[in-house]
């Protein structure tokens, strides 16, 4: 074999190499086309979830494998005619450095059903779409932004920031970490009966409600009903600060 023979040998096995390991650690991607009202669910164990509304008809939804391990998780696709269902599988008993990172665009003017975006460990972001969203992380944080319709987030170690621009629906709403900060923003018109708690940590709001502090201890709370009281707004935390504000 020639040196030149050898040179191209080894750029042709180095592009396979290239070609191999996009294609592991990138192994999942698809497209679907759900009418308004249709669901929404990415439940994600080790890895970021995000969804961002685009200007566009179609959900584009990209998997990106990551970590020593990448080969032995898998994507299961339990997606139907009116439902877009996404989550991971791993081995049993598998001690694996996997993770997958979720990357989901959605037409923003269409009305979903978001009744379930997820992750045991990794942040979950949700940006300028339209509809009810429900978003959790287990270890993570939790941030929701220009929203139009409802929202309900939670935590158990991480901070939970909503921001809603426009509120649709009527539907009460929840907002709640164990071990970290609530941050809520909502519309001056806020029409909802509130209720606030925080068991080591302070209360700051906009809205016209007041805020008691137990003389023994450290336990904040708030309640009161803002215009007709139409739905319910409940926000907590065990160990972190509440605050509700205008955009």
Not at 136 to 161: H, I, L, T, W
Not at 173 to 202: H, N, R, Y
Not at 224 to 239: I, P, Q, T, Y
């Amino acid at each position: 074999m020639s040196k030149k023979q050898f040179r191209l040998s080894i750029i042709a096995s180095l592009a396979v190499l290239a070609v191999a390991g996009t294609a592991s650690a990138q192994d999942f991607q698809k497209s679907y086309r759900l009418a308004s009202g249709g669901q929404i669910h990415i439940g994600n164990i080790s890895g970021d979830v995000r969804v961002t509304g685009y200007d566009g008809d179609s959900i584009n939804v990209k998997g990106t494998k990551k970590g020593r391990d990448r080969d032995k998780v898998e994507v299961e696709d339990k997606s139907t005619d009116g439902r877009v269902e996404l989550g991971v599988h791993y081995p049993k008993r598998c001690e694996c450095d996997a993770s997958i990172q979720f990357e989901v665009q959605v037409p923003r003017s269409v009305n979903y059903d978001f009744d379930g975006i997820s992750s045991v460990s990794g942040d979950v972001e949700i940006s300028g779409v339209t509809g009810r969203v429900h978003a959790s992380a287990v270890s993570g944080d939790v941030r929701v932004k220009n929203v139009s319709g409802s929202v309900s987030a939670s935590a158990v170690s991480g901070d939970v920031e909503v921001v809603v621009d426009r509120l649709e629906g009527g539907d009460d709403m929840k907002f709640s970490s164990v071990s970290g900060d609530v941050s809520v923003k909502l519309p001056a018109s806020l029409d909802a009966d509130v209720d606030m708690s925080s068991m080591s940590g302070s209360i700051k709001t906009d809205f016209a409600i007041e805020v008691r502090t137990e003389k023994y201890g450290s336990r904040s709370s708030a309640r009161a009903k803002l215009g007709e009281g139409s739905a319910r707004l409940k926000m907590s935390s065990v160990s972190g600060d509440l605050s509700l504000r205008h955009p």
